[in-house]
């Protein structure tokens, strides 16, 4: 019992994290039915990006560790926000209008181009970097089994529910969020009705963007080193998490998320670490054959 | 679509807004700097001690103020005003020449060169120098004809000349490839490349099937290479089968994972079985990886054995009692005799999978397929079993996936995981999307493009893999399509009317 409470916390603060990169995913996929390839890699830029916040926090001596927390969640989401805006303007925008395969393609080509120019500008070698948010607490013990919860877990879990709470106004409530639904459900109609689509779309990649990066500086805090590949898989499963919820729905991509982090930890702590990601492929299969449109998905209207 | 054509072609009569281009310029490069400012300007070097920052501003800055100007310079001629784009490219390389020059004496002015790695310098100066190249064909058919052809223009154009002449540049292709090795500058190298090339040529002609013709997305095709090789691997180092025995089983094998991966996931809409393949593309991999008992682990499996031809080795010293294929043909031995052997060898897989396609495309089998890509709910009402159909596409596509890896494993020697991870899924559906879905040579060209280049570019090392990315993103960019591109069905049922 205690094994499982102490893998269902590590479960919880992994899904936060591949439910905000998850996120990116579905809001795009939702909007213009396109897989994002990029998007594992801008969360790894924002991982990046946060790592080098962390860096010139330490240049200029701001040692109050919520201050350089704060201004490091700030550059991160900025920079890469940008990044996110630029990957759609190059590679997709011009693209729009053409086959269902040539954006894919794009997304894929952009993808290895970014990892690459990672690996290029800052290396190939692991980065390291010290957790600030140290320590922890014992929620219980059982049969000399201590069940730990980190703080940094509490702040993971804690900001990513402020983050979804704050997004889920943005999209129901903001006049932003509205041009963004109406973009959603039909292009020409909400353009014809003074959306400007181009600029919801970008929009659209800018928040995926931003909160990929947040979930990229959570896990740079949260291992504690990050390389240029870590997109790649991180990826794969945040897509997978976006599937299993059902895609095009952000609750759907949280609680994907969510499912994908516990079945990994719980796959990991029970089974074996070897075949985790299998584990993770294999439920979605399983739900995609009884359940194709995933668990909180809307069934598609077949047009004749 | 006249309509669409006109209203993109480019209408030099029109003044230009300066200030507007000027404007989006200066924002170009102002994204260029926020861009650049905290992943190039600032590098996270690993010591031992933990992380310092090294900077780089100056590359920053230069990039940032030569993405503006090309920007504006660029804006300007599809505004029509090439003239400043061309003086402009041939400024900014004579300035490069003149600094690569000095670099290249050791003179302190080469330092000026704005990044640090050469092949950064050389692939920036490709810009201007792009940008003069188009400058100047512009003014030339503004002078020639006062008009320029629009992308989509060229392109139909492209196309249509590949339509007439398809036959022709086939048979072509066939005897160049055929006469390559007794080219009299061939050498190892060049027909290892070849090789190489002729095997992506081949996995993307059996991936064609599955995504040109049946119109499935399928992110995982090298599982079935996998597959493919790793069934040959083990039937040759367990059981001392022979290629020619184990390419059948190879192929029936990863027909039969296709069958099994099929099953479930063929009722899928597009997407998702993009995904589920990937899924299952992976988890080939990771139990490739992890079942180390049964497939070697990530140490692979080593030693298998190479093709022989009909029961000839290529061998210096054949065993006792076996005639190798030097000493029956009463020839010098030389290692390029198996180079080539396995050339052709490659080759003729190749071309039975090209001539497959070409002919099952006539039968209903290859029309059902076809006509499903286009539109699934009036297959059904056809009554065409879409899943049947499907499964076909999949199960073929994946045995000529088997038998290209069981090539791979016998030229190899040797199969490991890492051969198989999806980056090559990838490269193999770019091969096929880049070429044109559904078109054979487009398959041939891109391969050539996207295989070939980059082995004879090895000096870039590094930057290959980058290289490859851009290049990826501009020829989508630059042809949507694909390089031949063009989607007719194969029968028309009136020939004036089915373009639409």
Partial sequence: ?304 | MQAVLASKAVNYSDAVDYRYIAKRAIGAGLVTLVLASLLVGIEAVSTNFGLEINTRYRAVFCASIGVAIVYFLSQLMHAGRPTPAVVGGLLMLVAFAILEWAYLQGLPLGDQLPFAAQVVNWAAALVPLSLVLRGAYIIYTQKAKGIVRTASQREAGFAVFYLKHNKLLGTLLIVFAIALPFMPFANRRLIDVATLVVTYIMLGWGLNIVVGLAGLLDLGYVAFYAVGAYTYAMLSTDVGLSFWFALPIAGAMSASFGLLLGFPVLRLRGDYLAIVTLGFGEMIRVILTNWWWFTGGPNGINNISRPSFFGLPFERDARPGVETFAQFFGLDYSPNQRVFFLYFLILAFALVTNFFTLRIRRLPIGRAWEALREDETACRALGINPRNTKLTAFAIGAMFAGMAGSFFAARQGFVSPESFVFLESAVILAIVVLGGLGTQIGVVLAAAVLIGMPEFFRQLQDYRMLAFGIGMVLIMIWRPGGILSHRDPTIFLNRGRAKT
């Avoid at chain 1, 894929?108 to 980065?127: F, H, P």
């Avoid at chain 1, 879990?157 to 459900?185: D, K």
């Fill in chain 1, 1 to 304: 019992m205690a094994l499982f409470i102490q893998q269902l916390i590590n479960g919880i603060s992994l899904g936060a994290i591949y439910g905000l990169v998850a996120i990116g995913y579905t809001m795009v996929y939702g909007i213009i039915g396109m897989i994002n390839f990029a998007h594992g890699d801008i969360y790894m830029i924002g991982a990046f990006i946060a790592l080098i916040g962390f860096l010139l926090m330490g240049a200029f001596g701001i040692t109050w560790i919520p201050l350089a927390l704060a201004l490091v969640l700030l550059i991160a989401v900025v920079f890469t926000a940008v990044y996110g805006w630029t990957v759609e303007r190059i590679a997709y925008r011009p693209l729009r209008n053409s086959t269902r395969l040539a954006p894919l393609i794009s997304a894929i080509g952009m993808s290895i181009m970014l990892e690459n120019y990672v690996q290029l500008i800052q290396g190939a070698r692991t980065k390291p970097q010290s957790n600030l948010i140290a320590g922890g607490f014992a929620l219980m013990e059982q049969g000399g089994f201590v069940v730990q919860v980190r703080y940094l877990q509490i702040v993971i879990v804690v900001l990513t529910t402020l983050i979804m709470a704050g997004f889920t106004l943005l999209i129901t409530r903001t006049p932003l969020g509205r041009a963004q639904r109406a973009t959603e459900q039909d292009k020409k109609m909400a353009s014809l009705l003074g959306v400007n689509v181009d600029r919801t779309i970008s929009l659209t990649f800018v928040l995926g963007a931003g909160l990929a990066a947040i979930a990229g500086m959570m896990v740079l805090l949260y291992y504690g080193q990050i390389d240029f590949y870590i997109g790649f898989v991180a990826g794969i499963k945040a897509f997978t998490a976006a599937v299993l919820g059902g895609i095009g729905s952000l609750p759907g991509a949280m609680l994907g998320g969510l499912l994908i982090g516990m079945i990994e930890v719980m796959w990991s702590g029970y089974f074996s670490v070897d075949y985790k990601d299998v584990a993770a492929f294999a439920i979605l299969v399983m739900v995609l054959i009884f359940r194709p449109t995933g668990l909180l998905g809307r069934p598609d209207l077949e047009k004749v």
